[in-house]
């Protein structure tokens, strides 16, 4: 049993490896169809501009199969992990993504300082969620981007914090979990987060 970390050379891999590795996750980083194919559960950690992220899928052969393990598998996004997930970015220029989800991805409001950089609070919208047992509503969360989800579905969001404008802090549809923060810097948290996601994948691993 084991998460497969996808590398797709979009940056802090090492880290989110690391924090899964801290809280006694079985992880495999790889960029490997197969690998990915035959994992228990996804990860798409993700920093950086999101049209060089949907090249990258496409030179390495990745696209194909993470559609298809977001149809099946438990799968978290992390950051531009999670804006990927949606039908198109407005980052330089509009930029398909992989379209599981409804919704876009544009910049945020220049009436605040961009990027969103540091520690903000989420409230949740689903205070019921497996995901966040254990967490306070309200708790603060480490973020860095520009840009910013916008569901046409809002059943999907659970959680949101305000900066400038209500941004979308995390989302839940099926058997996607993702995030805008980052988990991984977000200190003991972020680290309940990565235990949460993986005790799920234990549950379900034994159904």
Known sequence: MYIAIINYNMGNIKSVENAFLKIGANVKVTSSPYIISSANAIVLPGVGAFRDAMKNFEELGLTTVI???????????????????????????????????EGTVERIPPVVKVPHMGWNQVSFK?????????????????????????CKDASIVSSV???????????????????????????????????????????????
Not at 132 to 147: C, Q
Not at 175 to 201: C, M
């Open 67 to 101: 559609r298809k393990v977001l149809r099946e598998k438990l799968f978290l996004g992390i950051c531009l992990g999670m804006q990927l997930l949606f039908e198109y970015s407005m980052e330089d220029g509009k930029t398909e993504g992989l379209g599981v989800l």
């Open 126 to 150: 689903k205070p019921d969620s497996k995901i966040f047992g254990g967490i306070r509503d309200g708790e603060y969360f480490y973020f860095v981007h520009s840009y910013h989800v916008v």
């Open 161 to 207: 914090t305000h900066y400038g404008t209500e941004i979308v802090s995390s989302i839940e549809s099926n058997n996607i979990y993702a995030f805008q923060f980052h988990p991984e810097k977000s200190s003991v948290s972020g680290l309940r987060l990565l235990e949460n996601f993986w005790n799920l994948v234990k549950e379900e691993s034994r159904v």
